[in-house]
């Protein structure tokens, strides 16, 4: 299976929230990231956490760790159009090299 | 904007063509990469330099020729490709593959569209 593994596909409403959900393998990870990209662009780090917190939030998005069951989450309150985009979980480890790893990315379309 | 800049957005390239993309940095980061992104796969490393020097290259052929001149600058020449070739090619940099503890996220330049006919 793959190291990084994520739905491929997410639709909500406007105005409701978005769950998006990634599981890992690697045990040894250190940094957990949530990248967005939007059509036509590259991506772009929304935001991240390390393996020794449980939640970090800013603002509209909350991210939750659960590193026993090696799951990560990113939570978008009031979800917008404009929220209508890719996001790439990803991981970097400690065993050597922090070279990130990442998910297939996750579609989320939020429709009126 | 990210920091990374990526040129060209666009190529159209023949099979017997030869091209570079070209990627730059100038946040004095130490390492660069090389990601391909082709539909309905995961992101795709194909190479990665650290302080100008190549630390990882994943089995990638040798139609895809990577260059770093200078920690700010990488290269990815191309000859001879192939139309599964075509994908977004994505460069980013990060401050080091090395360093623990250290702010490690990468920055994405938006990525090349590259198309072999």
């Known amino acids: 299976g793959e190291d990084v593994e994520q739905s491929l596909f997410l639709s909500v409403r406007e105005g409701d929230s978005s769950v998006i959900n990634c599981t890992y393998t690697?045990?040894?990870?250190?940094?957990l990231y949530w990248y967005k990209q939007e059509p036509g662009a590259g991506l772009q780090l929304l935001t991240y956490?390390?393996?020794?917190?449980d939640m970090k939030q800013d603002q509209r998005l909350t991210v939750l760790l659960n590193k026993k069951d090696k799951h990560l989450s990113l939570r978008i309150a009031d979800t917008q159009t404009g929220d209508s985009a890719i996001y790439f979980c990803?991981?970097?480890?400690?065993?050597?090299?922090?070279?990130?790893?990442f998910g297939r990315g996750t579609s989320l379309i939020v429709h009126p | 904007e990210t920091g990374v800049t990526q040129t060209p957005r666009h190529l159209v390239m023949g099979m017997t063509n030869k091209k570079s993309l070209k990627c730059e940095q100038h946040?004095?980061?130490?390492?660069m990469y090389w990601y391909k992104q082709s539909a309905k796969k995961p992101l795709e490393l194909m190479f990665v330099?650290?302080?100008?020097?190549?630390?990882e290259n994943n089995s990638v052929p040798s139609r895809f020729s990577p260059e770093c001149p200078n920690s700010s600058h990488l290269f990815l020449h191309l000859h001879t490709l192939q139309p599964e070739d075509s994908a977004l090619y994505l460069c980013?940099?990060?401050?080091?593959?090395?360093?623990?503890?250290?702010?490690?996220?990468?920055?994405f330049g938006q990525g090349t569209r590259l198309t072999v006919v």
């Open positions: 956490i390390f393996s020794n917190m």
């Open positions: 946040l004095g980061h130490n390492a």
């Open positions: 990803a991981e970097t480890s400690s065993g050597g090299s922090y070279i990130p790893t």
């Open positions: 330099y650290s302080l100008e020097e190549r630390v």
């Open positions: 690697d045990s040894s990870s250190t940094y």
């Open positions: 980013a940099s990060s401050p080091s593959v090395e360093l623990p503890g250290a702010d490690t996220e990468a920055f």
